[in-house]
């Protein structure tokens, strides 16, 4: 069984900066795909960015400019620098992880998430 452990969240003013780590661990023999999603309060879970294996990003409309995803293949770890955050960046970000132990490739089981609140 595979697990995500996010961590870096917190309370930052509205202008500030954060970075979020993301460790899978486990049974891993590849990562694919890696993600980070985003659940406002009384909103769906929505994608935030993702990055291949080899590097290639994709971003939500509302990041992009303000937010990089990058990562560690050899720690298994997932990044999301975020800056000039805005109090609508406010939710609990979670991150995600096609992986194989050997066989297939399937999406790893979420994380408990990680809190970002953005307020003055």
């Known amino acids: 069984q595979v697990q995500l452990v996010e961590s870096g969240g917190g309370l930052v003013q509205p202008g500030g900066s954060l970075r979020l780590s993301c460790a899978a661990s486990?049974?891993?023999?590849?990562?694919?795909?890696m993600g980070w999603y985003r659940q406002a309060p009384g909103k769906q879970r929505e994608l935030v960015a993702t990055?291949?294996?080899?590097?290639?990003?994709n971003y939500a409309d509302s990041v992009k400019g303000r937010f990089t995803i990058s990562r560690d293949n050899a720690k298994n770890t997932v990044y999301l620098q975020m800056n000039s955050l805005k109090p609508e960046d406010t939710a609990v970000y979670y991150c995600?992880?096609?992986?194989?132990?050997?066989?297939?490739?399937?999406?790893?089981?979420w994380g408990q998430g990680t809190q970002v609140t953005v307020s003055s």
């Open positions: 486990g049974s891993i023999f590849s990562i694919k795909a």
């Open positions: 990055i291949t294996s080899a590097g290639s990003t």
């Open positions: 995600n992880a096609e992986v194989s132990s050997g066989i297939a490739y399937y999406t790893a089981p």
